[in-house]
């Protein structure tokens, strides 16, 4: 099992910033990608990041390309989210995600993030 805690969601301006932070705990030396996802209310949830662990490869939307940025700790234990230029229709609960091999994505519990105009 993959226990995921996010933290540092908030509100903010537009313009400013947020960096939200994931831990993983457990089994965490299966988990070869983790993910940030996001929804609004009524939308679906959509992809905003992923990185490969083993190789810092990283992939961002285009949405929110060249303002968001996703990192991880050495230990790889734990994934950041570097939000910049925030903009409203950034405003969602920012989920945080875990692959292992042959096994479903571990969720954690979500993060809140409202961007005020």
């Known amino acids: 099992q993959v226990h995921l805690v996010e933290s540092g969601g908030g509100m903010a301006q537009t313009g400013g910033s947020l960096r939200l932070s994931c831990a993983a705990s457990g089994r965490t030396f299966n988990i070869y990608t983790m993910v940030w996802f996001r929804q609004a209310p009524g939308k679906e949830r959509e992809f905003v990041a992923a990185?490969?662990?083993?190789?810092?490869?990283?992939y961002v939307a285009d949405s929110v390309k060249d303002r968001f940025t996703i990192s991880r700790d050495n230990a790889k234990t734990t994934v950041y989210l570097q939000m910049n230029s925030l903009k409203p229709e950034d405003t969602a609960t920012y989920y945080c995600?875990?692959?292992?091999?042959?096994?479903?994505?571990?969720w954690g519990q979500g993060t809140q993030v409202t961007v005020s105009s």
């Open positions: 995600g875990a692959d292992e091999t042959a096994a479903p994505r571990y």
């Open positions: 990185i490969r662990l083993n190789s810092s490869s990283t």
